[in-house]
């Protein structure tokens, strides 16, 4: 029997983590698509002109979906995807809070640290299935309860927010884009290594 000798959900350190990885990839979506009009006002962009940054946000998303399926498995595996996709989070984080000059694209004027948080979109579209394969590799009778542990990850788009919110307040709203960048690092952790562990030796 496969995993005879394991009793318990948690002697899978890849699915724990993976789990931990689906945590914090929901909540860089949500943070993306969400924050985006409050940090447009920001920049003095007015709500109806802002509404429609989201959309952007989405269209990246979607067209991400359509390079996966073009790309996998043909010319990149799944894994490699997800590798690129968790680096170009991480590096659009820092283009966000350190890039500025205002440009003027899709009939806007903005800052182009707004631009980098749309991109976010395209970033975040292979996380999810590149983790949730991952994770539940190899877990023979435990797929089912893995797979519910992995379901159990998505209050991270419930949470993740309201910690955003919280350095906003404290700081303000493009400083506060700080905290995904420790969540992609993870997610690059993951994609890389993280994945591989069987053991928590």
């Given at each position: 029997m496969v995993n005879a000798a394991k009793n318990n959900i948690l002697q899978f350190p890849h699915l724990v983590l993976g789990a931990l990885a689906i945590f914090l990839h929901v909540g860089t979506q949500v943070i993306a698509v969400d924050t985006v009009i409050g940090y447009?006002?920001?920049?003095?962009?007015?709500?109806?002109?802002?509404?429609?940054?989201p959309?952007?946000?989405?269209t990246a998303t979607i067209c991400g979906y359509f390079l996966g399926i073009l790309l996998i498995p043909r010319y990149l595996s799944q894994l490699?995807?997800?590798?690129?996709?968790t680096v170009m989070g991480a590096i659009f984080t820092l283009l966000i809070i350190f890039a500025g000059g205002e440009i003027k694209l899709l009939g806007h004027t903005a800052d182009v640290s707004l631009w980098f948080v749309i991109m976010l979109g395209l970033a975040n579209s292979m996380v999810w299935a590149g983790i949730w394969p991952l994770a539940l590799d190899g877990l023979g009778r435990f797929t089912k309860l893995g797979a519910s542990v992995m379901i159990?990850?998505?209050c991270g788009n419930a949470i993740m927010p309201l910690?955003?919110?919280?350095?906003?307040d404290i700081?303000?709203?493009?400083?506060?884009?700080?905290?995904?960048?420790?969540?992609?690092?993870?997610?690059?952790f993951y994609a890389f290594r993280g994945y591989r562990y069987r053991t928590w030796r």
């Open positions: 447009a006002g920001s920049m003095g962009i007015q709500l109806l002109e802002a509404k429609v940054f959309s952007y946000t989405l490699r995807v997800l590798q690129i996709c159990m990850g998505l910690l955003y919110g919280h350095f906003a700081y303000n709203v493009k400083d506060a884009y700080w905290v995904l960048f420790p969540c992609y690092l993870y997610l690059v």
